[in-house]
């Protein structure tokens, strides 16, 4: 399965930027969750069908549930939310480790791929019952 364009470029630059874990200091590490959570956002959009609006994303996270499967949509709004975390973390605070940078990057691929099939699996197809015609896809 592939997935859009915009949402594998953003995977591979943080693949390669954690395949150089010594470089990772506080901004590329912040720079990493930044990327993966607009993977996500991007595939949460597609997935409600608002590519090109301006609702916020946390409206989108409430919706997705009606969208997909009711697991998905949790697992996407756990992971949107450690995101998010990971990005306004404070001074005090421990900066997100390398491991969790890479779980979270093989979580976003995932949860990105689940959202995509969804997309490429939905819908009805109803067959008129003996009347010759042709099926109606929904």
Known sequence: MTLSSDVQDRLTCVANLLARPDELDGVRIRCCAELLRTA??????????????????????????????????????QLWHALSRAIRHHGYE??????ELTGWHADTADVAEALQLHLT?????????????????R
């Open 94 to 99: 421990l900066t997100p480790t390398v491991e």
């Open 40 to 77: 996500v956002e991007r595939s949460v959009a597609r997935a409600c069908g608002a590519e090109n609006s301006d609702e916020p994303v946390q409206a989108l996270l409430i919706n997705l549930a009606s969208h997909v499967d009711v697991d998905v949509a949790y697992d996407v709004s």
């Open 121 to 137: 699996l939905s819908g009805t197809i109803d067959i008129p019952e003996g009347t010759g015609e042709t099926a109606v896809v």
